[in-house]
């Protein structure tokens, strides 16, 4: 149920405040959610996603939270902090001799826009030696549309430098499917919105058959995202869908709890979950 507008406005307030507070004194952690070979069932990358334990009110949404940043021009500190943490994670699990994954980070187009962009990517990346090539950036459609010029030219600036860019949420923007091939782009990631329908919706799967087909022919790298079941797993898996990212595998984990997956050759379905 929708709020009031003065209730919304209150609590808005009260949200903008209290995150302001909780980026100062570290109640933002950055979780890990595996990214999974699907025929392997090895554990082949992660995204990087914020989470905001707040000590009364307990987990707060990043859909409740991240539009809150972008109106207060926070978005951008906490995007290049996601960068950092996730670099720092790298940089640690090279000195234990631990196995190295790329990581990807959601940015919001915005952060494209302003001028110490480039600088301050690759200074991160400097500071933890990180290879580029461990990072890729996840953006999404809709906001590449909106800002086009300077955000295409920064993307292909960190592009030539080896870091990886991922088209998020592909399929729920306005964008058509010509776009892919005017920014430099590894990997479309399939909205959730298209996975559910698998096995309800005939023309959703031809939809995703196609993307797939696509993706191949264009040699781009696929993700499903939000694989749930089962039944899901296995139409991805028969259309050869690269790779699958969702609660079937896991749920976004600690840093902590994602260490222990990485020295295990692959990860198993949680029957558990796909049954529930
Ligand atoms: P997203 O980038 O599309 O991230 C995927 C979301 O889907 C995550 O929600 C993840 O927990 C959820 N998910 C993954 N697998 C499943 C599944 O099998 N079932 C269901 N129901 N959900 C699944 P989360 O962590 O709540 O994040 C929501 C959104 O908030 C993200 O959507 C992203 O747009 C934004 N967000 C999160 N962290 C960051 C960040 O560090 N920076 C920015 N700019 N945005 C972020
Ligand atoms: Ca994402
Ligand atoms: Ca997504």
Redesign the pocket.
């Known amino acids: 149920m929708s709020l009031p507008f003065f209730h919304r406005n209150k609590k808005n307030h009260k949200l903008e405040r209290e995150l302001r507070n909780a980026f100062k004194n570290n109640e933002l952690q950055?979780?890990l959610?595996p990214r999974v070979d699907t025929s392997t069932k090895k554990l082949i990358s992660a995204?990087?996603?914020?989470?905001w334990e707040h000590p009364v009110w307990g987990f707060v949404?990043?859909?409740e939270f991240?539009p809150i940043?972008e109106d207060i021009g926070l978005?951008n500190d906490?995007?290049d902090w996601?960068l950092e943490r996730v670099c720092k994670y790298l940089a640690d699990w090279e000195r234990m001799q631990l196995r190295t994954l790329p990581i990807s980070?959601?940015?919001?187009a915005q952060r494209f826009l302003r001028r110490d962009c480039f600088l301050t990517v690759t200074s991160i990346l400097k500071q933890y030696n990180v290879d580029p090539k461990y990072i890729e950036l996840?953006i999404?459609e809709s906001s590449l549309i909106n800002y086009e010029k300077t955000v295409v030219n920064t993307l292909n600036q960190l592009y030539e430098l080896g870091i990886k860019v991922a088209l998020?949420?592909f399929g729920t923007g306005y964008s058509s499917l010509s776009h892919i091939k005017d920014f430099p782009i590894n990997t479309i990631?399939i909205?959730?919105s298209f996975i559910q329908q698998i096995n309800y919706k005939k023309d959703v799967e031809v939809i995703i058959k196609s993307l797939i087909f696509m993706a191949k022919e264009l040699d781009l790298n696929i993700v499903a995202?939000?694989?749930?079941t089962l039944e899901q797993y296995d139409f991805l898996r028969k259309l050869e869908c690269k790779e699958i990212?969702?609660?079937?595998f896991s749920?976004?984990i600690s840093e902590e709890e994602f260490q222990k997956l990485l020295n295990k050759s692959k990860l198993e379905p949680n029957i558990h979950f796909s049954l529930t």
Do not use: C, F, H, M
Not at 47 to 51: P, S
Not at 105 to 108: C, F, K, Q, S, Y
Not at 245 to 248: F, M, P, R, V
């Open positions: 950055v979780y959610q995204e990087a996603l914020l989470r949404s990043p859909n991240i940043a978005i906490l995007g996601v980070v959601n940015i919001v996840e999404t998020d949420d990631k909205d959730r995202e939000g694989v749930e990212q969702g609660y079937l749920k976004p």
